[in-house]
């Protein structure tokens, strides 16, 4: 999920960052689902996303079962810039494929991984990047929740990677090996009321037998400060494999560095049916800090350094909340 996803819980405390960086006081993960999001992680930020997974396939024409487990993982770093980051994801995978075409079931055991790309993302557009007239009303919750025109352009970010795959993987197309290029268009809406919308366009293992083009929709929604559910679509098209995945899940902020979060992945054909569950989580090691922007207005300087401090107290008043929960639980 996969996408930003999670930093829009405190879309109303933190978006008053967007007009100088991408960076957010609170975790801005793309678990649980499978999507990128357009935003980086921020400068000196270094953010690890990880999750175990269980999955069962079965395709009842050719008549195969697989069962298994596998781990999808991702490490982000912001590096130089506020809109470009760079990261490896991957997944690894190990199962058992048993054929039932014959009276007696053949067992294969397999490992290997599906995925495993290095790659770049930088933001070319953010429709609030220095738009003064869009910073939040830190004093009005009810403005801040209202519809605005403007949430529906998107912010639009491009990725380029190399894919990696080991040869006679038996999780990609035969004669696959070695590098190939990934590329991708990101896409993403924030509107009122802690909605989130992300698109992504891919193009994967460019110049193979077996290139694939895939699209993913995510919408996330946060319930509250803590509390994010999301629902999720991928569309996968090659001549190895095809399929329309869903996945549904939620995520639980436990501080603001530290991620939580599950989903389910099902599909709706049975060439072959899936059925996956993770778990997983996302930490950061922010060692950011603020660029200074001397713009020669001292109002403006003024008017920052306030919406900063309300910022902190916002901060100050979350955990202290957080740590009263805890203590009238006990």
Partial sequence: MKPIKFYIV?????????AFS????????????????????GTNVIQFEAGPYFVKEKHTP?????????????????????????????????DTYTSNASSIPLENKRANFKNLTVGAKYMIYDPYRNAKEEKPNLYSWKANRQFKWKSLI?????????????KNNPY?????????PKIAVISQ???AGGWVFVINLIKDRIGTDYSDFQYIFTL??????????????????????????FRFGGAYLWNKNFQLDTALTFNTKDTPSVFGV?????????FHKDKVIDNGSPADDELRLQERKIQKQKEIDFEKNKKSKKKSKL
């Fill in 189 to 191: 809406n924030n509107f």
């Fill in 62 to 94: 050719l008549k195969y079962d697989v069962s298994g487990f596998g781990v999808d993982f991702g490490a982000r770093y912001g590096l130089l810039f506020e809109d470009l980051e760079i990261n490896v994801q991957g997944t690894y995978q190990n």
């Fill in 10 to 18: 405190f879309l109303i405390f933190s978006a008053s960052q967007f």
């Fill in 220 to 245: 996330t929604h946060s319930l509250n400060e803590h509390w994010v559910v999301f629902g999720e679509t991928q569309g996968i098209q090659s001549d190895f494999y095809a399929d329309n995945l």
């Fill in 278 to 286: 993770n778990f997983g989580m996302s930490y950061r090691l922010d």
């Fill in 154 to 166: 998107p912010a639009v970010a491009v990725y380029a990677g190399a894919n990696f795959d080991t």
């Fill in 172 to 180: 990609t197309g035969p004669g696959i090996e070695g590098f190939s």
């Fill in 22 to 41: 991408q960076y957010t006081e609170v975790i801005n993960s793309n678990r649980p689902g499978v999507s990128q999001s357009a935003f980086s992680v």
